[in-house]
């Protein structure tokens, strides 16, 4: 006899539905019925928690018990949060419970040096991927475990922490007991180490490093580091001391792996270019946010790299550095601007550099700009010409806009002409965007699942406007704006695919933070 039709559609997706990887079809999946719901919590592998107090570290491990890579996170760097936001029932379940986890990545949360021995005890010899980013609470005793007890590591992320300094000998316990890391991050966090054992890292990994990034060393004083590490592909990091080194010695001894690809070195100048030039044909990556180089040098540059993806900038990359990288850099995905604490000596992004921008570089993917005038004709040129886009952040940096606000017009020529779009971030003045903006970012942002808002709109109707769209969005982040804490909860309980929302500034005397109570709700 046949087997029944639902036997067999069964029968196919419990063959298919672990090759599914995206969270939100997986989602979907277990919603169907209770079968497919038991055959996602089986062979799920992967988890985001985007709210670590919303479930319970227990919940977490009845649905899904075979989990091999979890993401934790807390608020939004931004958030203004009284009170501590507590890792330790997680690290306490994870190393009890989780016994094929292999990944665990946590992010804006506090971590005692006694998790992360806890932590390390347990689940350190099974770890290949440990990245603890933008927290606070550890120590370099904490380090010191994850180097004495991970020991098969591939990836080890401690990017931007604030982190209490004991000694620096965590370096050499983690170069001691391991020689497969591929990735090694330790950028904006501020710790001492030892130089001798960096290089004795790389000289133990030789055959496996491939990413470097670091907070401090002098070029000239790691120059085994890039020796030994004969696979580097990225390196960020390092400064040179010209102060101490002659003019005829700079470079003695000093040479790039063949194979890099991706180039960040701190307070880079022109002097270093001989060291550089030679690779920036095959550069996928340039991180100037920290170089030490006019614009002229950075637009020499720039003209050299032909193949560039990923490019990372100050503030102080203006217009004419946009119109070199739209007229060079056809194949460019990423573009990232950050606020530097150094004053602004040029002139500042304006309309031109951003068409340029856009009509060269129409691989784009994600632009993240900081401008101090705009118009809405500029942002209808990126409408047109970005077809690819799927993450935009924009931040009106001047009060005194000389173009035509507000900005929706183009705001909604962005949402239609970039249809792929999934992150959108909007950070503007007084009146930069109005309610009818607001509406048109409802009406328009189909694919929308995150939203930023930071001082727009001017009434509660704006929002309610924009509720009546987005039906993907799943978070909402609102500083500076005009909304009363009613129409934010309606908006809430009107908006049923949102997740989590925080709010902080005009909306009230405290900062408010939301998520739906349903645990299946705030998981990826």
């Not at 030789?206 to 907070?215: A, G, P």
């Not at 102060?243 to 701190?266: N, T, W």
Request: aromatic share 10%.
């Amino acid at each position: 006899m046949d087997e029944h039709p639902k036997n067999s559609i069964d029968t196919i997706f419990s063959c298919v539905i672990p090759y599914i990887n995206d969270g939100a079809d997986r989602n979907s999946v277990s919603l169907v019925c209770r079968k497919w719901y038991e055959l996602d919590c089986m062979t799920r592998k992967h988890v985001t928690v985007h709210i670590i107090y919303s479930p319970t570290p227990s919940r977490l491990v009845q649905r899904f018990p075979f989990l091999e890579s979890l993401t934790l996170n807390g608020l939004p760097v931004w958030f203004k949060r009284k009170s501590s936001i507590d890792i330790t029932p997680w690290i306490q379940e994870i190393s009890i419970s989780y016994k094929f986890l292999k990944e665990l990545h946590i992010r804006l949360v506090d971590v005692r040096d006694s998790d992360l021995e806890l932590l390390t005890r347990t689940r350190g010899k099974d770890l290949r991927v440990l990245k603890i980013s933008k927290c606070k609470g550890l120590s370099t005793d904490g380090l010191m475990h994850i180097g004495k007890y991970c020991n098969n590591l591939r990836t080890l992320c401690l990017k931007g922490n604030l982190v209490g300094e004991k000694d620096g000998k965590w370096l050499h316990e983690l170069a001691l007991h391991n020689t497969r890391i591929e990735s090694l991050n330790f950028r904006y966090s501020v710790f001492e180490y030892d130089d001798k054992d960096l290089t004795l890292l790389a000289k133990n990994c030789s055959q496996s490093l491939v990413s470097l990034k670091i907070t401090g060393g002098r070029l000239d004083h790691i120059v085994d580091v890039f020796s030994y590490a004969i696979k580097l592909e990225l390196f960020v990091g390092g400064e040179w001391d010209y102060f101490h080194c002659e003019a005829d010695q700079e470079y003695v001894g000093f040479k790039l792996p063949p194979h890099m690809r991706y180039i960040g070195i701190s307070e880079l100048t022109s002097h270093l270019f001989p060291l550089v030039l030679p690779f920036a044909h095959q550069v996928r990556e340039l991180d100037l946010l920290y170089a030490s180089l006019n614009l002229d040098d950075q637009c020499f540059l720039i003209e050299r790299c032909p193949n560039l993806e990923v490019l990372c900038i100050s503030d102080r990359f203006v217009d004419r550095g946009l119109q070199v990288t739209g007229q060079f850099c056809k194949k460019l995905r990423k573009l990232y601007t950050y606020i530097t604490e150094i004053p602004l000596v040029y002139e500042s992004v304006i309309d031109t550099g951003l068409i340029a921008l856009a009509q060269g570089c129409i691989e784009l993917e994600y632009l993240h700009i900081e401008v101090t005038d705009i118009s809405n004709e500029t942002m209808e040129c990126i409408g047109t010409h970005l077809k690819n886009l799927r993450d935009f952040d924009m931040i009106l940096r001047h009060k005194d806009s000389k173009k035509t606000l507000p900005l929706d017009n183009g705001i909604r020529a962005i949402l239609t002409g970039c249809s792929k779009l999934e992150r959108l971030g909007v950070s503007l003045w007084s009146k930069g965007l109005t309610d009818v903006g607001l509406g048109y970012i409802g009406r328009y942002g189909h694919n929308l699942r995150f939203l930023y808002l930071g001082s727009v709109g001017e009434s509660d109707a704006g929002l309610v406007e924009l509720s009546m769209g987005c039906p993907k969005l799943r978070e909402l982040q609102i500083q500076g704006c005009p909304f009363s804490k009613q129409a934010i909860a309606t908006f809430w309980f009107n908006t049923h695919s949102l997740r989590y929302m925080w709010v902080c500034g005009d909306c009230g005397d405290e900062p408010l933070e939301m998520t739906r109570s349903n645990f299946e709700q705030v998981i990826l």
